[in-house]
């Protein structure tokens, strides 16, 4: 596969060892190019503006700048680069930190690493990608709201099909085409959920399609 069809990942971890392991794995997909690698959270920033990667593998406990903090600073900057979390640690407040920040995934480092390529690949595509054990807990957080008004009644008929769309991982693209309209239109529709329904990220839209039945299974 030429290089400009490859999908371009910068790596951002304090810990060298896991980058050099990662960039070992990644040489050997035809799909994937390791284009550049970051030791912090205000180096991943400088990095990413200067190499505009497709996906970025962030790190969450880092020196200087955490990677929180870095990856609102980046999609602040690079909305279009997509940006998937990765820690030791399972605590919702950082699962929803990150996500609320703009991760489009969350990854736990015992993930094998055929489940960080599918990462990358899923983030890439406009996709969401959690680990088993996040989208658990997440799902949890989501039923544990169900004290508050079902925020669902203002959506508009369309506006259901697109949150259904998602509640499948669809990417704009995909639900444009499916419904066929334009991926720009997809990509508006999607923006009037979150802010309907006082969602942070297509992450937890999904999420919430699942948890609310609006997400049909698939046949």
Same mark, same amino acid.
């Given at each position: 596969?030429?290089?400009?069809?490859?999908?371009?990942?910068?790596?951002?971890?304090?810990?060298?060892?896991?980058?050099?392991?990662?960039?070992?794995?990644?040489?050997?997909?035809?799909?994937? *190019?390791? /284009?550049?690698?970051?030791?912090?959270?205000?180096?991943?920033?400088? /990095?990413? %503006?200067?190499?505009?990667?497709?996906?970025?593998?962030?790190?969450?406990?880092?020196?200087?700048?955490?990677?929180?903090?870095? &990856?609102?600073?980046?999609?602040?900057?690079?909305? *279009?680069?997509?940006?998937?979390?990765?820690?030791?640690?399972?605590?919702?407040?950082?699962?929803? +930190? +990150?996500?609320?920040?703009?991760?489009?995934?969350?990854l736990l480092k015992d993930a094998e690493a055929e489940e960080v390529a599918a990462a990358v690949r899923s983030a890439y595509a406009g996709e969401v990608h959690l680990d088993?054990?996040?989208? %658990?807990?997440?799902?949890?957080?989501?039923?544990?709201?169900?004290?508050?008004?079902?925020?669902?009644?203002?959506?508009?008929?369309?506006? %259901?099909?697109?949150? +259904?769309?998602?509640?499948?991982?669809?990417?704009?693209?995909? &639900?444009?085409?499916?419904?066929? &309209?334009?991926? %720009?239109?997809?990509?508006?529709?999607?923006?009037?959920?979150?802010?309907?329904?006082?969602?942070?990220?297509?992450?937890?839209?999904?999420?919430?399609?699942?948890?609310?039945?609006?997400?049909?299974?698939?046949?």
């Amino acid at each position: 596969m030429p290089d400009s069809e490859k999908i371009r990942v910068l790596l951002v971890d304090d810990h060298a060892v896991v980058r050099m392991g990662l960039k070992t794995f990644f040489a050997l997909q035809d799909d994937i *190019e390791v /284009v550049g690698e970051a030791s912090d959270g205000s180096e991943a920033v400088a /990095v990413a %503006r200067r190499l505009t990667p497709d996906v970025i593998l962030m790190d969450l406990l880092m020196p200087n700048m955490d990677g929180l903090t870095a &990856i609102g600073r980046i999609k602040g900057e690079l909305p *279009e680069t997509e940006i998937v979390a990765v820690t030791s640690f399972m605590e919702e407040e950082k699962v929803t +930190a +990150a996500l609320e920040a703009g991760a489009s995934g969350y990854l736990l480092k015992d993930a094998e690493a055929e489940e960080v390529a599918a990462a990358v690949r899923s983030a890439y595509a406009g996709e969401v990608h959690l680990d088993a054990a996040v989208a %658990r807990l997440l799902a949890q957080r989501m039923r544990e709201r169900k004290t508050k008004p079902d925020p669902v009644e203002p959506l508009t008929e369309r506006e %259901r099909e697109v949150l +259904a769309l998602l509640g499948h991982g669809m990417s704009n693209r995909e &639900i444009g085409a499916a419904l066929f &309209i334009t991926e %720009r239109t997809a990509r508006t529709y999607v923006s009037n959920i979150l802010g309907k329904l006082g969602l942070s990220s297509r992450t937890q839209a999904a999420l919430y399609a699942v948890e609310h039945r609006i997400a049909e299974p698939a046949t």
